[in-house]
C-alpha cells in the first residue's frame, strides 16, 4: 500500500477476534482500536499487539468510529469491524478507488457472503430497505451500508457527522452525497462473526439498528 492509511476499528468485547484481524493489517496502515465499554480485556490485547486504543466512555457505534476519526492522522482513514468478518488486506482495493480521484471519494464495501452463516436472509433484508432508502435520498445506487468504508480523513470530518448510534454509517453515505462527493461501491467478503453482534445479534438490536438509521434519513 503506497499511502498511509488509519484504520478505526470500533471495540465492544472483540479479544478473541483481535489476533486475526490486527495481524492482517497492510504494510502502512495504522490500527486504532478505539475501545468501547469492552469487558473482556479488548484493549490491554490490543496494546499487546502494537495497536494504537482510543478509550471512548459514550456507548454506541458512531461514538466509536467518531473517536477514532478524530484520533487519526494519516491522509484517509478506514472504519471496519474488528469481528473478523472482514480481512483488513481487502482494504488496498478501497484504497485505490480513493485515492486515484482527484474529488473526495467515500469507498463503501458491499458485502459478499461466503457462507449462508455469514450474512442472516433477515439482515440482509433490512439492509437492503435501509440502502434503498438511502438512493432514494441521494440518487446512489447501493446495493448495501457496509462496515468497511475509506475515505479522506479531512473531508471526513468536514462532513460534521452528528450521529452516535448505528446510524453514523448512513450519515457518513448521505453527507458524502450532498456534498457532491462520489460514493463507490467495493465487493469485500463477508465471513462469520467471532462471537455475537452487539448490534445486531439479536432481532431487539437489530430493529434498534434500523431505526438508528432511518431516523437520520429523516433529518
Known amino acids: 500500500m503506497d499511502c498511509t492509511l488509519d484504520v478505526v476499528l470500533p471495540c465492544l468485547d472483540e479479544a478473541a477476534a483481535l489476533e486475526w484481524v490486527l495481524s492482517r493489517m497492510p504494510v502502512g496502515a495504522r490500527p486504532i482500536v478505539v475501545d468501547n465499554g469492552s469487558t473482556d480485556g479488548s484493549a490491554d490485547v490490543a496494546v499487546g499487539l502494537g495497536a494504537t486504543v482510543v478509550s471512548e466512555w459514550r456507548r454506541g457505534y458512531g461514538a466509536a468510529c467518531h473517536a477514532g476519526l478524530e484520533a487519526a492522522t494519516a491522509p484517509l482513514v478506514a472504519v471496519m469491524d474488528c469481528d473478523a468478518t472482514l480481512d483488513p488486506q481487502e482494504l488496498e482495493r478501497f484504497v485505490a478507488a480513493v485515492a486515484s480521484d482527484d474529488v473526495p471519494t467515500l469507498a463503501v464495501g458491499r458485502r459478499v457472503p461466503v457462507s449462508a452463516a455469514s450474512w442472516p436472509w433477515h439482515l440482509r433484508v433490512a439492509n437492503r430497505v435501509v440502502a434503498g432508502r438511502v438512493n432514494r435520498r441521494t440518487g446512489l445506487s447501493l446495493a448495501d451500508i457496509g462496515p468497511m468504508r475509506v475515505a479522506p480523513r479531512e473531508a471526513l470530518l468536514a462532513l460534521g457527522l452528528e450521529d452516535r448510534r448505528s446510524g453514523y454509517p448512513v450519515e457518513t453515505v448521505v453527507r458524502a452525497a450532498e456534498a457532491g462527493w462520489l ?35 429523516s433529518r
Open 183 to 217: 460514493v463507490v461501491q467495493v465487493d469485500v467478503p463477508y465471513a462469520a462473526r467471532s462471537g455475537r453482534s452487539k448490534v445486531t445479534g439479536t432481532p431487539l438490536g437489530a430493529a434498534r439498528a434500523v431505526r438508528d438509521m432511518t431516523a437520520v434519513l
